[in-house]
């Protein structure tokens, strides 16, 4: 569902970062309805945090999981620790994932910005929640 959505293009012609892509075609693919509000939080972690740390494709996950899968806070979930490390952990494997900056240099260029990166964070995405069903 995401996968698809971000292959045809969502997010191209507004400029979206990599979270932001997840976050919002997470928003649009999965009718999360999310608001604009929400949506907007997802900002700052684009670009590895703008500090080519953590993912921002990782991070835009994280923040889909947890609003899936979490009622009100982390620690009454006993399930988004799971999902989020499996997330990551599939990631990390497929994409020989170490942190933003080793992404780029294997996956980004200008003609394809950093979609290889995106794509494969929507495909585990989809694939977990696929199995673990939508939960609002």
């Known amino acids: 569902m995401l996968l698809s959505l971000l292959q045809k293009g969502f997010g191209n012609d507004t400029d979206l970062n990599c979270a932001e892509k997840i976050l919002y075609g997470a928003s649009w693919a999965y009718n999360l309805k999310l608001s604009p509000e929400a949506l907007k939080l997802a900002a700052g972690f684009g670009g590895g945090m703008g500090v080519e740390s953590t993912c921002g494709a990782i991070t835009g996950g994280v923040m889909v999981l947890s609003h899936l899968y979490v ?66």
């Open 71 to 136: 009622e009100q806070r982390a620690h009454e979930s006993g399930r988004i620790k799971v999902l989020t490390g499996e997330f990551i952990e599939t990631f990390k494997k497929e994409m020989g994932y170490e942190d933003c900056k080793n992404l780029k240099a294997n996956y980004r260029n200008e003609e394809v910005k950093c979609n290889p990166v995106i794509f494969k964070a929507a495909e585990i995405l989809d694939g977990i929640i696929a199995r673990e069903g939508i939960r609002k």
